[in-house]
């Protein structure tokens, strides 16, 4: 557990509430969950369906929505705020920065790095990181142990390799742009032609480009282009084990949850959402803000601010009825096999 300790002024200068509710002099020194924080910790309420834990919970201050009515308790203080869940992520930002360690701006003895690579000011380089030729590394870049850096490839100011990372000969890699264990950018897409019973490879000769502010969650593989780019848009968030085909573009600050599946040469537009475990078809184009659920299989292209859940995806609301009708299929069939007979 990360050491912290915060008053309720410190809390409240990094956060800004809209009202104070109550008051407590305790020190916050941990940061819990409703149900089981204890006196001296922090919670936060972000979801309506724990409310019943807000009227039993001990913790000393709770950050809540201006929908809550209840009052706190002797020694305990609610803050208000017009969403809760990003005032509890501000003090978790300032309890990560406080207990981090500064990376030390040196390159470990076990790295090895071509010497026509170009290596930025203030750029942290762990044990064992392999970098290629004409490589290009910009300022503050903290790449951490087993990363791998291919041949051409450029990486932007700020951004941050965690173990693992492998980025393949030619992709770019924006600025403040955060990689996760594990993820593999550039690997080749899956193109084959079958020739003669003999399934061809066809080469992969593009590369991937990852826009500024971009994070991509452990595990994530996100294929080269065939030609031209893979393209992942300024702002877009990957959550782990998503495989991202080539010459997919995805559009700026798209949300692809856990265990995503994208088929090459598909289009999501900007501010897309696409819910866990879902399925999305190769040449197809998802417009801008659509949302879809979570193991949602999309087939075909839809329009701008589509919200689909299903296998095939279809609109939302017409997905709970067909899902609602099909408990009753078994029955019906029944029904129609005597009708049949009486027939």
């Known amino acids: 557990m990360l050491s912290i300790s915060y008053s309720l002024k410190d809390i409240c200068d990094i956060t800004s509430p809209k009202k104070i509710i109550g008051h407590t002099s305790c020190q916050i020194t941990g940061i819990c969950d409703l149900a089981h924080a204890r006196t001296g910790d922090l919670a936060f309420l972000g979801n309506m369906k724990y409310h019943e834990q807000l009227r039993a919970t001990q913790a000393s201050v709770v950050l809540v929505s201006e929908k809550i009515t209840d009052s706190p308790c002797d020694g305990q203080c609610f803050l208000v705020y017009d969403n809760p869940s990003y005032a509890f992520g501000?003090?978790?930002?300032?309890v990560e920065a406080k207990n981090s360690k500064k990376h030390p701006c040196v390159v470990h003895p076990s790295a090895v790095i071509s010497k026509s690579a170009?290596?930025?000011?203030?750029?942290?380089?762990?044990?064992?990181?392999?970098?290629?030729?004409?490589?290009?590394?910009?300022?503050?870049?903290?790449?951490?142990?087993?990363?791998?850096?291919?041949?051409?490839v450029k990486i932007g100011m700020h951004s941050e390799l965690r173990p693992g990372v492998k980025i393949m000969n030619g992709c770019i890699i924006g600025q403040h742009v955060l990689i996760h264990p594990g993820v593999v950018i550039g690997s080749d897409g899956f193109g084959y032609e079958t020739v003669g019973g003999v399934h061809e490879k066809i080469p992969q000769i593009g590369n991937v480009v990852i826009e500024d502010d971009v994070e991509i969650g452990a595990n994530t593989t996100i294929d080269r282009a065939r030609f031209s780019s893979t393209v992942i848009g300024r702002g877009t968030k990957i959550d782990n084990l998503v495989q991202i085909g080539h010459n997919v573009h995805i559009g700026k600050c798209c949300l692809i949850v856990s265990q995503v599946g994208i088929a090459g040469s598909t289009t999501l537009e900007d501010y897309v959402v696409i819910g866990g475990q879902s399925g999305i078809a190769g040449h197809i184009?998802?417009?801008?803000?659509t949302m879809a659920g979570g193991q949602s299989g999309i087939q075909a292209s839809c329009p701008a601010g589509s919200f689909l859940r299903g296998s095939p995806a279809m609109p939302y609301y017409e997905a709970t009825k067909y899902l609602a009708c099909r408990k009753y299929l078994p029955e019906l069939v029944k029904k129609m096999k005597q009708f049949d007979k009486k027939l």
């Open 118 to 152: 170009k290596i930025g000011k203030n750029v942290s380089i762990g044990p064992n990181v392999v970098i290629e030729d004409d490589v290009e590394i910009g300022n503050d870049v903290v790449i951490f142990a087993g990363c791998y850096v291919g041949h051409n």
């Open 90 to 94: 501000l003090i978790c930002r300032d």
């Open 285 to 289: 184009t998802i417009g801008a803000r």
